[in-house]
């Protein structure tokens, strides 16, 4: 008898007569067309001449507001174009980092959401995002830092999200590895304790998105950089790409660590400076550390991956560049600051170490609505912190789209505020711990 997919193919025969025949049942399996692997995305086609919308790139935020667009929206001659591959930008460069505990009224609202949705993505998708709520620590090493996440964590309970201050004897017991001694050089006096942090795996994210999108209709088109965005009398009509013009109804640029680039070809200036972060990982270890750490003081960020290794992160490059290398400088000052915490991990060798372009905004916060051109819509601003926000920025941004009308929770994070003095200020909120 055989088991059978949901869509009627063979998957495997229930009792296979022989295992160590496995590697050649794999092989018959592989190359049978019988077996035909599942086709989640869009197959090579020729892009159409036009579409309602274009999206441009293909990382968690592109992926999400087209899956919003055609699940939602009914909208879905929609064609989401990227320069390299699915979820090849930060989406696969982040440390996956999903927290709520900002600090302004606007900012722990927006997160607050993104996180909920996220509680329950796996089950949207029908697809594991490995989506893991461990808890969130920040570290104070200061009575200044005391001070202002005791703010925080009033701010953070009044609006419904689960943030307090806990002292070292309660940081012992929620971390026992880590380093909390009166002698310490940078010595712990308290912490800011968010239960409600999280991690997730980040490129099933962009891939879950896409797959729901293209099972929608929704065309994705790999390898097809946008090169210039044309306007007529205001308003986008269409992009330049290697591969031909294409009309559009409307854009939407969802470019990180691309955002100003992009924009200036229609022709907008972004208030935003682009930084390279970097981050690393060690080899996989037995788990023994639940939470996420960080400490803005020393500047360094950890937590444990379901693999085994450690993840390890801390603060921008400080200087502006597009660049993606990963420097011997930035690594030695990672990993001096996790020692203080973590002495253990001297032990620890280092498995790879990389960076992304974060586009940091003078705030702090995003730059999500519409912008000075018509129909040309902007999800910018993401610096370190934009891959908690993916779900709800999907969904906030397809709904703007759709309707022409920003849902409140993203008002405060259009472009003008920079024009009017209303910005949202979240650089204390948003330091190391990303
Ligand atoms: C080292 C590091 C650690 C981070 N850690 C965290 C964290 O822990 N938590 C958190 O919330 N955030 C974190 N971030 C930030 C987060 O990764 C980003 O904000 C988020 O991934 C942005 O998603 P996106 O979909 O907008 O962008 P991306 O995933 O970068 O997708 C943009 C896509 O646009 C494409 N593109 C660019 N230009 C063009 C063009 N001209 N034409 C077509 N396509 C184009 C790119 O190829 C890319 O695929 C981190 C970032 C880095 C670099």
Redesign the pocket.
């Known amino acids: 008898m055989m088991l059978r997919g949901r869509d009627g193919c063979k998957l495997i025969a229930e009792k296979p007569k022989n295992y160590n025949a496995m590697p050649f049942g794999l092989l018959k399996y592989g190359l049978s067309k019988e077996y035909p692997a599942h086709q989640h995305f869009t197959p090579k086609t020729d892009l159409k001449p036009h579409y309602d919308v274009v999206i441009?790139?293909?990382?968690?935020?592109?992926t999400a507001i087209a899956y919003h667009l055609a699940k939602h929206h009914g909208i879905r001659n929609v064609a989401v174009?990227?320069?390299?591959y699915l979820?090849?930008?930060?989406?696969?460069?982040?440390?996956?980092?999903?927290r709520s505990n900002y600090l302004t009224e606007e900012g722990v609202n927006f997160y607050r959401e993104s996180v909920k949705l996220y509680q329950n993505l796996s089950n949207e998708f029908g697809y594991n995002i490995m989506f893991e709520n461990r808890g969130q620590l920040t570290l104070a090493h200061s009575d200044a830092a005391i001070r202002s996440f005791r703010w925080r964590a009033e701010v953070n309970q009044h609006l419904g999200v689960r943030s307090e201050l806990v002292d070292p004897q309660m940081i012992r017991e929620l971390v026992p590895n880590l380093r909390v001694q009166d002698d310490a050089r940078f010595p712990i006096l308290g912490g800011l304790w968010h239960a409600d942090g999280a991690t997730a795996r980040h490129d099933a994210v962009?891939w879950g998105y896409a797959k729901g999108a293209c099972e929608r209709g929704v065309e994705l088109h790999q390898c097809?950089?946008?090169?210039d965005v044309r306007i007529s009398n205001g308003r986008v009509v269409g992009v330049e790409t290697p591969r031909g013009y294409v009309e559009a109804g409307c854009v939407v640029q969802?470019?990180?660590?691309?955002s100003s680039?992009?924009a200036e070809m229609a022709g907008i200036k972004l208030p935003i400076h682009s930084y390279p972060?970097?981050?690393m990982v060690t080899q996989p270890y037995k788990p023994l550390l639940e939470p996420h750490v960080s400490s803005p003081h020393v500047h360094v960020y950890v937590h444990q991956t379901s693999r085994g290794e450690f993840v390890i992160?801390g603060g921008s490059d400080p200087y502006a560049l597009y660049n993606t290398r990963a420097t011997l400088e930035q690594k030695e000052s990672l990993a001096s600051a996790v020692l203080e915490l973590f002495p253990f991990l001297a032990q620890a060798k280092m498995l790879r170490q990389?960076?992304?372009?974060?586009d940091m905004t003078p705030d702090y916060s995003p730059i999500m609505g519409l912008s000075p051109v018509d129909n040309y819509y902007l999800?910018a601003g993401?610096?370190?912190?934009?891959?908690?926000?993916?779900p709800i920025c999907g969904q906030t941004m397809a709904e703007l789209v759709a309707t022409g009308r920003a849902p409140e929770l993203i008002t405060p994070f259009a472009l003008d505020r920079f024009y009017d003095f209303r910005q949202v200020n979240e650089a204390g909120a948003t330091a190391a711990s990303?």
């Open positions: 441009i790139g293909a990382g968690g935020h592109g174009l990227d320069k390299g979820g090849g930008g930060n989406t696969a460069r982040n440390t996956a980092v999903i962009a097809t950089e946008v090169t969802a470019v990180a660590g691309m680039v992009v972060l970097q981050a992160g990389w960076a992304g372009v974060t999800d993401w610096g370190t912190w934009g891959f908690k926000a993916t990303h």
